[in-house]
């Protein structure tokens, strides 16, 4: 069974918009931090955006200004809004879950793909 199913990925132009969704079993997303990493083609799996059980958030630098991530307990979900995309955003997104916003790590979602081109 599924803990952690990510949806809304897909192909987007350079300055797009796109928003991600994740939803957890209802243990998970009340006792853990919730949150985002990406693949990029090639390269190692790198933490994006995390959000505390209280709802505080925290981002990557390279994703502060860009990428929103918020939770919401209603639907025992997560989920990471990202304006101004670029290609190098270009990645698997996965969302996890954890003791740590800032590392997760401890349950994750399948992955779903978002392209950045034109």
């Known amino acids: 069974q599924a803990q952690l199913v990510e949806s809304g990925g897909g192909l987007v132009q350079p300055g797009g918009s796109l928003t991600l969704s994740c939803t957890a079993s209802?243990?998970?997303?009340?006792?853990?931090?919730l949150g985002w990493y990406r693949q990029p083609p090639g390269k190692e799996r790198e933490w994006v955006a995390g959000?505390?059980?209280?709802?505080?958030?925290h981002w990557a630098p390279f994703a502060q200004d860009r990428f929103t991530v918020s939770r919401n307990r209603l639907q025992n979900a997560v989920y990471l809004q990202m304006n101004a995309l670029k290609p190098e955003d270009t990645a698997t997104y996965f969302c996890s879950a954890g003791t740590y916003a800032r590392t997760l790590g401890e349950y994750w979602g399948q992955g779903t793909q978002v392209t950045v081109s034109s």
């Open positions: 209802r243990s998970i997303y009340n006792l853990n931090a």
């Open positions: 959000i505390t059980t209280s709802g505080t958030p």
